[in-house]
């Protein structure tokens, strides 16, 4: 594989750009690999990628009933932060975030990670308590966050109004190098560095069964024909319960539906990303001008990529008051991503009842800040069969009543 | 929108008048159940691709609960019925049917 850069890009422009090759393979399946992984989001693509990079297995095949990103890799609005409560949490969300520093030179592709810092606005007595009390774990976990003050807030967020009359803003939570990611990008360039190691990405190829044999995954029947593995790992967000079902046990998991939208493109006017999670919305403004904003998952069960619009409206009237200026916006787009929730509202990375069978999922509404510690987690888990990153995360510890209550960290979707 | 008919008050009541209220029909397990059984009450539900029987609540209505049968992928509604029912009524049953052959439903009582 030839490699990015502005050398690369000068070379191609004097050939009228006729040279650049495409960016991964999309290989006929063969009939066995040493491991499947289900699923081409960014969690199941990093997953492949540390498989390879820090175990060297790369007889591997990532198989994706759609186009690759097409899930909700490639719809959330890319914040990418670690300031959760819990140890647990902490490490792997904390490993993620300082990879995707060195994302970009470690894939050599651009996923324009963009460190501009996240705020957490606290706007009830609650609220300030609940901060304050993850501020300090953080320190204690070595994340660099801090309590900030109004006059702060709005020093680094000129927009916003800090008297609304429902919901005034007493301080925030402030991640200075959290901030945002192209997700796109991140679900190619993990493609492209898998491809090159010689995985094979196929799309366009469901998993409709699962194979085994005397307890033990033998591999997966797909709608390209049977393909067999030694390993397996289902890393399908939204979509777990089916394929868990296909595999024979059942998740603690529902699947819900989550919005999001854009605005038409405005000057720059708000360089960080600001989260209300008492009226349940946050906003950022992507690098073309759109602001783009969230807001609480749907209440009820759902596999249709589609939300209910009064959502939208409950979101967005929130905002308002909080950003004034933003009340004559034109909203462009508005679309929807099944995310898969669990009662402690922390993901799942574990071996499963069916040997050599793994899972990854439960990200909810938050997985993508997470994804590539999760991928160097759970590759370490498929490898060896155990990882300090992913050990706390298993499948039972609902059992085990061990839960990693993340419901203030992760209350609103993001 | 959604809309789901109350059987309680009998209004065809809007999504932003109700509140979802999860999976219907849970198995309570009480004391001296075994650790599969509460977690199985507790945390593992159906969360199937397809027919799902749920509890709602009239919120910004009567404000009482009822049950309903919707389908996850394709947002039909199947019919609502008294929270009262231990387990779906036989009309809504064969409307699931006759869309869905074949579908099965966990053990009710
Ligand atoms: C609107 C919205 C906003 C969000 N905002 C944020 C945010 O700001 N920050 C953040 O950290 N997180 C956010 N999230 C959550 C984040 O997007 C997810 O947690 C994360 O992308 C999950 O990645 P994944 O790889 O596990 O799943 P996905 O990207 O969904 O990938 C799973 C893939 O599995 C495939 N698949 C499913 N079934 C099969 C099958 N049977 N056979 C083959 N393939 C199959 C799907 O087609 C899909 O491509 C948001 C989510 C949504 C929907
Ligand atoms: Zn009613």
């Not at chain 1, 196929?202 to 044999?213: A, D, L, S």
């Amino acid at each position: 594989m030839r490699s990015y850069s502005a050398f690369a890009v000068a070379r191609e422009a004097a050939r009228y750009h006729m040279g650049w090759e495409r960016a991964w393979a999309s290989p006929e399946p063969k009939k066995k690999y040493e491991v499947i992984i289900i699923g081409a989001g960014g969690h199941g693509l990093a997953t492949a990628y540390y498989l390879g990079k820090n175990f060297g297995i790369t007889n591997v095949a990532v198989i994706e009933k759609g186009w690759l990103g097409g899930g909700n890799t490639g719809r959330n609005t890319t914040i990418i932060r670690s300031n959760y409560l819990q140890d647990p949490s902490a490490a792997i969300y904390e490993k993620a975030r300082s990879l995707y520093e060195t994302m970009s030179q470690d894939l050599n592709y651009n996923v324009m990670f963009s460190p501009r810092g996240v705020m957490m606005l606290a706007q009830t007595q609650h609220e300030i308590r609940g901060y304050q009390r993850t501020a300090h774990a953080n320190a204690l976990q070595g994340v660099t966050t801090e309590w900030i003050s109004p006059g702060r807030v709005k020093e680094l967020v000129p927009i916003i109004n800090l008297d609304g009359p429902r919901y005034p803003v007493l301080g925030a939570l402030w991640q200075a190098r959290a901030g945002t990611a192209r997700h796109d990008a991140v679900a190619w360039g993990y493609a492209r560095a898998c491809s090159d190691m010689g995985m094979h990405v196929i799309q366009k190829c469901e998993v409709t069964g699962v194979r085994q044999e005397g307890g033990k995954v033998t591999g997966v029947t797909t709608t390209r024909g049977d393909i067999g593995c030694d390993k397996l790992g289902i890393v399908v967000a939204g979509h777990s319960g089916h394929v868990a079902d296909m595999a024979g046990f059942r998740l603690p998991v529902e699947s819900v539906a989550l919005q999001a939208l854009v605005s038409e493109p405005i000057k720059p006017c708000m360089d960080v990303v600001v989260m209300a999670n008492t009226v349940h919305g946050y906003m950022s403004q992507s690098d073309k001008g759109e602001m783009v904003i969230g807001g609480g998952a749907d209440g009820y069960n759902n596999y249709t990529q589609r939300g209910s619009f009064h959502h939208i409206e409950e979101t967005v009237r929130a905002l308002v008051e909080t950003f004034p200026m933003i009340s004559r916006l034109k909203m462009l787009r508005q679309w929807g991503g099944i995310v898969d929730m669990t009662g402690d509202r922390s993901p799942i990375l574990s071996k499963t009842p069916l040997e050599g069978c793994f899972i990854n999922c439960g990200w909810g509404t938050g997985g993508f800040k997470a994804i590539p510690g999760s991928g160097w987690g759970m590759a370490e888990l498929m490898a060896k069969g155990q990882s300090p990153l992913t050990d706390a995360f298993s499948l039972d510890r609902f059992k085990e009543g061990r839960f990693i209550d993340e419901s203030v960290a992760a209350g609103v979707a993001h | 929108m959604l809309t789901l008919h109350c059987p309680n008050c009998g209004i065809q009541a809007d999504e932003t008048e109700l509140a979802p209220g999860g999976e219907a029909h849970l198995k309570r397990y009480g004391p001296g159940s075994s650790d599969d059984e509460f977690h199985s009450y507790l945390f593992t539900r159906e969360n199937p691709r397809g027919p799902h029987f749920e509890r709602w609540r009239h919120a910004a209505g009567c404000g009482k609960w009822f049950l309903a049968a919707r389908d996850t992928v394709t947002l039909e509604v199947y019919g609502t019925y008294p929270a009262q029912t231990l387990e779906p009524p036989q009309d809504i049953k064969d409307a699931i049917t006759a869309k869905h052959p074949g579908w099965q439903w966990r053990e009710f009582s």
